[in-house]
């Protein structure tokens, strides 16, 4: 493997996470990179199926951000202060809303385990990742765009989160049909800024599906959130 990806993604503390899933039995076999981006680096693995393990770099200058996603959500009322222990808690927290929404039936990746800043879940995809909505030449929008509003509101009614960054690059087609990823930032419905961000997914995925069909973003927004809503309760 590279040695800046080694310099860079496994330090020792990273080491000792995949050793320690290795050791569990989440995984038999650590393959190479599958996909990068600009807070973590994915690996493929195999067990009894082929596994995504998240690896999310601890120095990765754009955790500054993560604050507005954690702070305010009941679920996780302390963060600490070094970069190390949020890469972690940001870690637990996907963890905890992939686990969530898989039970409440909303297309996400399954969850197996998570260990400090390595998280193993379902490797979406065949020999290569599924792309992404936005790279797709899409057979029948109209069915898919209703598949995604049926799983949003299933997201928000059943599992009590808002996605919070929802948009054509973080939903994957497989099979004509759509998995949900990124759930760090999913926040519980109790966030105070939990309707903000739900307004922002609707009109993201509304904005997408304008090019193909017509979509009355007012009536979407009416259909998940009840009309007139002011608050997300």
């Not at 120095?59 to 959500?73: P, R, V």
């Not at 299933?154 to 990124?182: F, M, P, Q, R, T």
């Amino acid at each position: 493997m590279d040695r800046k990806i080694l310099d860079k993604v496994f330090d020792k503390p990273t080491l000792f996470n995949i050793h320690a899933l290795f050791n569990k039995g989440i995984f038999r076999e650590f393959g190479g990179p599958i996909a990068d981006g600009k807070e973590a680096r994915v690996f493929s693995a195999y067990n009894d199926t082929k596994l995504a393990v998240k690896v999310y770099r601890v120095d990765a200058s754009s955790f500054e951000t993560l604050h507005k996603y954690i702070k305010g959500d009941p679920r996780f009322w302390h963060v600490g202060k070094s970069r190390r222990n949020i890469v972690n808690l940001w870690v637990r927290k996907e963890f905890s809303n992939l686990k969530r929404l898989y039970a409440a039936g909303v297309s996400v990746p399954k969850p197996y385990a998570f260990k400090g800043n390595t998280l193993v879940m379902t490797f979406i995809g065949d020999k290569i990742p599924s792309p992404q909505l936005r790279e797709v030449e899409l057979k029948n929008p109209e069915e898919l765009f209703y598949n995604i509003i049926e799983d949003v509101k299933k997201l928000y009614e059943i599992g009590k989160l808002v996605h919070a960054d929802l948009s054509e690059y973080n939903i994957l087609i497989k099979d004509d049909k759509h998995i949900i990823i990124d759930v760090g930032q999913a926040v519980d419905i109790r966030h105070p800024k939990a309707r903000e961000f739900m307004l922002r997914d609707i009109k993201n995925i509304c904005d997408f599906f304008s090019k193909y069909i017509t979509v009355k973003e007012k009536d979407i927004r009416e259909y998940i959130l009840g009309k007139d809503k002011e608050d997300v309760k």
